[in-house]
């Protein structure tokens, strides 16, 4: 038996080179972490007609770097730990881990043209020059490939020192006959690529820059720069720079506009640690054991936003292109993107197949943004030609991490709260999510992971998880989950709040029960006359439809007066009750806070403002329907109530007149409420000298269409010192003499339905130039 050797092929070349590397923009990210594997701070690339180059300014080789690392093919001193042997006196202990450890990035060179010209320097050697022919791998296939040689020599400087990062040391690749053109297009793409190949989401200076330079493309980049300065308020997208330095704005762009979730490996990779924050605010963090094996020798990190409407308009005006074409959860592997993780088409984390089973359950791909990064990662070996990670046990615990730490609590979130939400998806902040509604939906949540085995809640926000209104309808399933995050968490003060807040509505429900029984006996005394009026009503039924249950003083019965009587009753003994507790805190001492005694005048207040509504239906009858809550034309109503109302503020001095498009909008209200609602806004308009007030009343298009009502005068308007007039719907702040409760209450009541009010200083009109004030409300 003799020993023998395999033979090696010339066509080796190809199937490492073009048929391995197959696209592009991968054999140029190929040599770019070759260039960041080399301790590079720098790298230039140059588009030219007939050339590309791609300089940095690393650690570069010597004469025997080339011959026993460069030109030994497959071979990968990366891999093998010896990389940086003859530089580890410069460097010390390596602080970042290697980009790539294949030992075939070099052939990349291949795709991008037929021939090379490298040129590098090590410390303390001179340059050394190498000059390939691609095309002599190419000829006869039975040709060895130690046959075919190459040219080596050496300089005593760069041939071309300018196209050099600045620096002693570096390596230069210049590639001839192109195999493939690049357009304009092209470059744009390749620049977007290299924005996300080097993590775009991490902050601060990155310590890796790259450079475009396309010298043919200059003309055109002016044009396109000039373009994006004439743009105002960012109505259009921007157009893409090819030239200059490749920037990572993404953190800029979607930074505090979004919710987002992140998790960290703690305490040496025994505890996953995750952050929940919307829109800059943080909701809550956790820590919880590590459950997953593989995972905790590594250093993974995410972070994960989720786009809402207003997110993604941003991001598109900002970038140039959609979210959705930029690309989803990139992973990163030692600080380089691996693809095509992240790409539109790929669902490596399985979210898209997911979706399909729930569209309003799951978020996709199409909602998510954001980085995996995983560091020193032993196992998770990177295909070479855009196929991701190799498949194994490893990975598919990071996929499984990922999505169940990640997506599914972000969707615990976005789909159970702020989904809930019609209007929170335009919202630039998380005003939305501190109505009362949805804070019950935070507060259940977060008490929810503190009651959760292994879980640890670190922190939360106490604007969200607080007590909330007890005339909210969520009020006792907040309070339930308080006790129980108090009960968890041991916080004795939190406990306090909700016995006393469970003490304050057992005294309400008391009163209540109270009123309902006298009710009871006022409209057993009534039936008879009940009876007597119903054939009576009948006739009268379709004039009452058409007013929007308003009728004319003369329908006045003895059960409306009697329901009236009820109502009236009712909250004056609420009122009772807590100037009964309040005064019982004075004398006994205890301490009231200003917090405390205006949250008692707004209550009294709020409850008075209902006695005041209904004394003015006393003289129109239906008070038992106006207090009772209906589904009927809202529309309609507004302007019938406007209508028919009307006389009453013509002493004030005020016109209000009522235009619409007389169009259907049916909705679940209490007429009462809305008597509130037109009966503040007149009132606030009044105290701001206006003698006319429009209400403008439309209602949208669609399946769901929303009612806009736009409400205007021809006051002194907003004070100019107001810088936000969104201020004059907080409690307290008041631009007239008034007690800055009006307003405050018609948000309250406009919330209260789903909706959202807003203020603004452009003019409803020309004589209308006075404050203006926008209702919306959601079908």
Not at 77 to 95: C, M, P, S
């Amino acid at each position: 038996m003799t020993q023998e050797a395999f033979k090696i092929s010339t066509g080796l070349k190809d199937l490492i080179g073009q048929d391995l590397i197959t696209d592009d923009f991968v054999a140029v990210f190929e040599l770019v972490k070759n260039a960041f594997d080399a301790h590079a701070r720098k790298v230039n690339l140059l588009f030219e007609a007939d050339r590309i180059v791609i300089a940095d300014d690393g650690k570069g080789m010597s004469r025997a770097n080339i011959l026993n690392k460069w030109l030994f093919v497959a071979y990968s001193a990366k891999r093998d730990g010896t990389e940086d042997d003859d530089y580890r006196n410069r460097v010390g202990q390596r602080t970042r881990h290697f980009a790539g450890a294949k030992g075939v990035g070099r052939f990349s060179c291949d795709r991008l043209g037929t021939t090379l010209r490298l040129a590098s320097k090590a410390a303390d050697h001179p340059v050394q020059i190498l000059d390939i022919d691609w095309k002599n791998y190419e000829g006869n296939p039975k040709t060895e490939f130690s046959e075919v040689e190459v040219g080596l020599s050496r300089k005593a400087e760069f041939p071309d020192a300018s196209l050099k990062p600045g620096g002693e040391t570096g390596t230069v690749l210049e590639i001839r006959d192109l195999r493939y053109q690049w357009n304009r297009d092209k470059l744009q793409r390749l620049k977007r690529e290299l924005t996300k190949l080097i993590d775009p989401f991490s902050s601060g200076t990155p310590k890796f820059q790259i450079n475009i330079s396309a010298p043919g493309e200059v003309e055109a980049d002016e044009l396109d720069a000039a373009y994006n300065a004439s743009l105002s308020n960012d109505k259009k997208p921007s157009r893409l720079i090819v030239n200059g330095v490749i920037e990572n704005p993404i953190l800029d762009v979607i930074g505090n506009r979004t919710a987002s979730i992140q998790i960290r490996l703690t305490q040496n990779g025994r505890s996953i640690e995750t952050t929940l924050e919307d829109r800059g605010e943080t909701i809550y963090r956790i820590r919880e054991p590590n459950e997953y094996s593989y995972l905790g020798p590594t250093a993974i990190k995410a972070d994960i936003y989720f786009l809402n409407r207003s997110a993604k308009a941003v991001f598109g005006r900002r970038m140039g292109i959609p979210s959705v074409q930029f690309g989803s959860i990139f992973l990163f592997r030692n600080g380089f993107r691996v693809f095509p993780i992240g790409a539109e088409d790929d669902d490596f984390f399985g979210l898209n197949r997911r979706k399909a089973q729930g569209q309003r359950r799951f978020l996709g791909n199409r909602d998510l943004i954001g980085r995996v990064d995983i560091q020193g990662a032993a196992g998770f070996n990177e295909a070479t030609s855009r196929q991701g990670l190799i498949r194994n046990e490893k990975v598919q615990e990071l996929i499984d991490c990922v999505r169940d730490k990640c997506v599914r609590r972000l969707e615990r979130y976005v789909v159970d709260i702020t989904w809930k939400d019609k209007f929170d998806t335009d919202q630039a902040d998380i005003s939305r999510i501190m109505l009362d509604e949805s804070s019950a939906l935070v507060t259940q949540l977060v008490s929810r992971l503190a009651a959760t085995e292994g879980v640890e809640l670190l922190e939360y926000n106490p604007e969200l998880v607080r007590i909330i209104d007890e005339k909210s309808s969520a009020f006792e399933a907040s309070l339930d989950a308080l006790e129980l995050l108090a009960e968890e968490t041991g916080d004795k003060k939190l406990l306090a709040r909700v016995e006393d807040a469970k003490a304050r509505i057992r005294a309400l429900e008391a009163a209540e029960a109270e009123a309902r029984e006298a009710e009871s006996r006022a409209q057993s005394r009534a039936m008879a006359a009940e009876a007597a009026a119903e054939q009576a009503e009948q006739k009268f039924t379709d004039e009452r439809e058409r007013n929007a249950f308003l009728v004319a003083a003369s329908s006045l019965d003895q059960d409306t007066v009697l329901n009236l009587h009820h109502q009236i009753m009712g909250h004056a003994t609420d009122v009772q009750h807590g100037v009964k507790r309040m005064m019982g805190k004075l004398r006994s001492g205890a301490q009231i806070t200003k917090s405390d005694w205006i949250d008692f005048l707004e209550r009294v207040s709020y409850r008075n403002g209902q006695i005041i509504i209904a004394a003015k239906f006393a003289t129109k009858g239906g008070y038992k329907q106006q207090s009772a809550q209906i589904e009927a034309d809202l529309a309609g109503y507004i302007k019938d109530y406007v209508e028919t109302i009307g006389s009453l503020w013509a002493p004030r001095g005020i016109t209000v007149s009522v235009t619409s498009d007389d169009k259907e909008f049916r909705k679940l209200f209490k007429p009462i409420e809305i008597g509130m609602i037109l009966d503040n806004l007149v009132s606030n308009a009044t105290k701001a000298k206006a003698d006319n007030i429009n209400i403008a009343i439309t209602v949208g298009k669609g399946q769901k269409p929303e009612l806009l009502v736009d409400v205007s005068d021809d006051g002194i308007g907003w004070p100019k010192s107001f810088s936000d007039v969104s201020r004059v719907f907080e409690k307290g702040v008041t631009t007239t003499d008034g007690s800055g409760l009006g307003l405050f209450h018609v948000k309250q009541l406009v919330e209260g339905m789903k909706g959202v009010v807003g203020a603004t200083r452009e003019p409803f009109s020309a004589s209308l130039n006075g404050a203006h004030i926008i209702l919306r409300v959601p079908s």
